[in-house]
């Protein structure tokens, strides 16, 4: 048995014989290209509440999804049991469900390996003992509790994945992938004269154990949380109105993936349906405004040696200098638009289709200094992290609610505020962006991001930006300054 075979083997109990023939059923009825997709997944997780642990688990999943393309035509079939004759029952499916003129196709397989490693861990985090994951809760809940007497409530959960993937395509390539993850997250309850404010931290990424030390600890991340927590007691409501606003660099990059990413995702802008459809090489944003996705950055959440169809990731330029430049390109998408594939088709699990998805989005640094950019704001809103939201692909509307903002009066950040909301669009944004600084900071490892019933981890980002106007929705209502 050749190399090649042993794994396939060892690890779906197959052989690249086997492929061949699944892959001949799933084109036998029609098609332009298939795919099969393995995965073998193991999992662990702790909630720790009240400083009892609730629960903590192990597991393993396996299976197998195969697609079929037929022009803009998919069919597509999962199943959990990878027996070779249950994975071609899977196939015929999938071929029926996208059959076009039939044919049987012969396709000889080559292994074909990833451009880039971007996460070497030695030691998954599954590797490791189930004590040494229980200190690092048991360690983020004292921490938290420690903060201030006023913390009343602590939640603390850690989860870890190893996925093991197979992507076998009609094209011959065979790639396979081993991809980490993990993330340790911690949600802390104030409570002070019958009033209650919550707080929520986290850190992780594509790493092992060893990150969590020095700024990713599980005393750092318990003491982010305790501390938003702490500084909402002492809010004010929100002001209401127009005005200059201020996002911190980080995670309220989110409103940029949201508001904006989505927005440039190939499917919804083949279908016309996107605020951003046929307008590459216009001007969408100011010209301080460079965002890319790029799924190569060492470590990240969103990162991937390869993307769920096995094209090798990219750093993806979408808006340049505030021109529209490119959109984020999945197989079925490029093919069906003449445009390359950027690596961004991912999916949730064997049991999904993919779909053009964000990996790590983010804007680029400028060169203006955050201390200036907030000296330069006479009323304003700094937002510093944010909860939920909602965004509407086809105009790029948006409402955020900001978890954690402030006040800037006279060039100050002074009094913290609550109930703040942000509500836009992304393409009015990004073209009122006035001022972009030079310390552009990823977000600590958290994200998630949903589309169509799928979840993915993704990573997002940006330095400090001043937006010249944007509505915040409050209740505390100011007058409303005039922009020329």
Known sequence: MEIADRFFFERYGLTSADLERLLAAALSEGGDYADLYFEHTTTSSILVDESLVKSATEGVAAGCGVRVIAGEQTGYAYSEDLAPDRILQVAKIAARIASGPARVSTVGLRAASADHNLYPVVH????????????????????????????????????????????????????????????????????????????????????????FQGDHSPEHVAQEAARQAIVQLGAREAPAGEMEVVLAPGWPGILLHEAVGHGLEADFNRKGVSAFSGRIGQRVASQLCTVVDDGTLPGRRGSLNVDDEGEPTRNTVLIERGILRGYLEDKLSADLTRATRTG?????????????????????????????????????????????????????????????????????????????????????????????????????????????????????????????????????????????
Request: charged share 20%; aromatic share 6%; glycine share 12%.
């Open 124 to 211: 998954a985090p599954t590797d490791h003992e189930l004590g040494e994951k229980l200190e690092l809760v048991a360690r983020a809940d004292r921490a938290a509790r420690a903060y201030d007497p006023r913390i009343g409530q602590v939640r603390v959960t850690y989860a870890d994945q190893v996925r093991h993937v197979l992507v076998a395509g009609s094209d011959g390539r065979i790639v396979t992938d081993r991809q980490p993850l993990v993330r340790l997250s911690v949600f802390a309850i104030a409570r002070q004269n019958g009033q209650s404010q919550s707080g929520s931290s986290g850190a992780g990424g594509r790493v092992d154990l060893d990150f």
């Open 344 to 484: 961004n088709g991912r999916r949730e699990s064997y049991q999904h289709i993919p779909m053009p998805r964000m990996t790590n989005t983010y804007m680029l640094a400028g060169q203006d200094d955050p201390e200036e950019i907030i000296r330069s704001v006479r009323h304003g809103l700094y937002a510093v992290y944010f909860g939920g939201g909602q965004v509407d692909i086809t105009s790029g509307k948006f409402v955020f609610s900001a978890s954690e903002a402030y006040l800037i009066e006279d060039g100050k950040v002074t009094a913290p505020v609550r109930g703040a909301t942000l509500i836009g669009d992304g393409p009015t944004v990004l073209r009122r962006v006035t001022a972009v600084g030079h310390d552009l900071r990823l977000d600590p490892g958290i994200g998630t991001c949903g589309k169509e019933g799928q979840s993915v981890p993704v990573g997002v980002g940006i330095p400090t930006i001043k937006v010249s106007r944007l509505t915040v929705g409050g209740t505390a209502p100011r007058a409303v300054t005039s922009f020329l």
